[in-house]
T-cell receptor
Framework: GAVVSQHPSRVICKSGTSVKIECRSL??????MFWYRQFPKQSLMLMAT?????????EQGVEKDKFLINHASLTLSTLTVTSAHPEDSSFYIC?????????????FGNGTRLTVT | AQSVAQPEDQVNVAEGNPLTVKCTYS??????LFWYVQYPNRGLQFLLK??????LVKGSYGFEAEFNKSQTSFHLKKPSALVSDSALYFC????????????FGKGTRLSVIA
């Protein structure tokens, strides 16, 4: 159980275009999902917390107008990278907990490798 | 503020030998500690956690970790390493307040050599 599906796994786009990444909890409902960004040989950086039915909470330094998050249902959150630039190229990973409370582990999607040319 | 330190970028171990991946942490309250493993171009997989109770916790794939409060450590261990254990390992911590995000260490690449 506790499967998080992320799509697409890889995407290449041209500079200036927008890319949408989907994150779905397949066998549980997630009122909260988390979006991370991982640079090569570096740790995960929390970008934002996605809240079902309300606005996402962004971490300091993350541009909310560039990284649009929508959490329209209890099983789906989307991250849209708008007007992408080469520096946005990265590995984006979503995650969710099956239960509220910090003692419950995060379950991660398989990530999306974004390459902006 | 919460923080996690994984002092080793790389750990090399021969197959069949015991392995240890080190982690130390800093939190203001009581820690919730986690270990995750990441294979190339994949998300993270949960291995084990310490919330409360016994200091030695056992997890997936034969891994275990020991919580040491005085040393603020949570080292990951396995008695006998497999080549298939080669991956990137992340330690993570949050405090028990419920209001703080999970903070990850920078990761340790484990290489098990046949």
């Amino acid at each position: 159980g506790a499967v998080v599906s992320q799509h697409p796994s890889r995407v290449i786009c041209k500079s200036g275009t927008s890319v949408k990444i989907e994150c779905r909890s397949l066998d549980f409902q997630a009122t909260t999902m988390f979006w991370y960004r991982q640079f090569p040989k570096q740790s995960l950086m929390l970008m934002a917390t996605s809240n079902e039915g309300s606005k996402a909470t962004y971490e300091q330094g993350v541009e909310k107008d560039k990284f649009l998050i929508n959490h329209a249902s209890l099983t789906l959150s989307t991250l849209t990278v708008t007007s992408a630039h080469p520096e946005d190229s990265s590995f984006y990973i979503c995650s969710a907990r099956t239960q509220t409370g910090g003692e419950s582990p995060l379950h991660f999607g398989n990530g999306t490798r974004l390459t902006v040319t | 503020a919460q923080s996690v330190a994984q002092p080793e970028d790389q750990v090399n171990v021969a197959e069949g030998n015991p392995l240890t991946v080190k982690c130390t942490y800093s939190v203001s309250g009581n820690p919730y500690l986690f270990w995750y493993v990441q294979y190339p171009n994949r998300g993270l997989q949960f291995l084990l956690k310490y919330i409360t109770g016994d200091n030695l916790v056992k997890g997936s794939y034969g891994f275990e970790a020991e919580f040491n409060k005085s040393q603020t450590s949570f080292h990951l261990k396995k008695p006998s390493a497999l080549v298939s254990d080669s991956a990137l390992y992340f330690c993570a911590v949050r405090d028990d307040s419920g209001n703080t995000p999970l903070v990850f260490g920078k990761g340790t690449r484990l290489s098990v050599i046949a």
